[in-house]
């Protein structure tokens, strides 16, 4: 079975970092596009970040600069490294792969998420 | 990038049809048949119910289908049920190589 489980939210301060984890199984993230997708409280989706096969790494413009993407593959695992964080950064953080190789989309399998709170 | 455009709501009857559109432009939905839309009841994480505009993966009921017009997607749900109350995302790849979503759609079934 195809899984992916996140860690590593909590509350953090206005200013502050966190680094997420996400944990494969059954996938390995070194040969998929994997990213983070977030979902601030009561709003919609939002796509923060991916690292490709190939180890090329996106953000978006909110979070370019402050947040970064790695993974270790002796692990499995893809981590979002959090710095500088603002309240607008408060969301559940969702990990996902693309479903679809070679492209940046349709998500699948996605993990349960894990919620940053950041108060100032 | 703005996010695509859906209808906050819509509604129907157990066994009626419904139809959720996604509005974008010719950088997004329009240039490209990466639509993806994705089901969330609460407190879940997202489910992938239509990638690449029209396709289902394996285990989605096929009461759900997608379909593009230039510019706006849609996802049609046919015969509803109650487990189909949730809200519903659009996602399109976009000319930044990134993905872009849409606002969401409350779907209620009366």
């Known amino acids: 079975e195809v899984q992916l489980v996140e860690s590593g939210g909590g509350l953090a301060q206005s200013g502050g970092s966190l680094r997420l984890s996400c944990a494969a199984s059954?996938?390995?993230?070194?040969?998929?596009?994997m990213s983070w997708v977030r979902q601030a409280p009561g709003k919609g989706l939002a796509w923060v970040s991916a690292?490709?096969?190939?180890?090329?790494?996106y953000y978006a413009d909110s979070v370019k600069g402050r947040f970064t993407i790695s993974r270790d593959n002796s692990k499995n695992t893809v981590y979002l490294q959090m710095n500088s964080l603002r309240g607008e950064d408060t969301a559940v953080y969702y990990c996902a792969r693309s479903f679809i190789r070679g492209v940046i989309t349709s998500f699948d399998p996605w993990g349960q998420g894990t919620l940053v709170t950041v108060s100032s | 990038q703005s996010a695509l455009t859906q209808p906050a709501s819509v509604s129907g009857s157990p066994g009626q049809s419904i139809t959720i559109s996604c509005t974008g432009t010719s950088s997004d939905v329009g240039g490209y048949n990466y639509v993806s839309w994705y089901q969330q009841h609460p407190g879940k994480a997202p489910k992938l119910m239509i990638y690449?505009?029209?396709n289902r993966p394996s285990g989605v009921s096929n009461r759900f289908s997608g379909s593009k017009s230039d510019n706006t997607a849609s996802l049609t749900i046919s015969g509803l049920q109650a487990e189909d109350e949730a809200d519903y995302f659009c996602s399109s790849y976009s000319t930044s190589s990134t993905p872009l979503f849409g606002g969401g759609t409350k779907l209620t079934v009366l």
């Open positions: 690292i490709l096969s190939g180890g090329t790494t």
């Open positions: 690449d505009v029209s």
């Open positions: 059954g996938l390995t993230v070194s040969s998929n596009y």
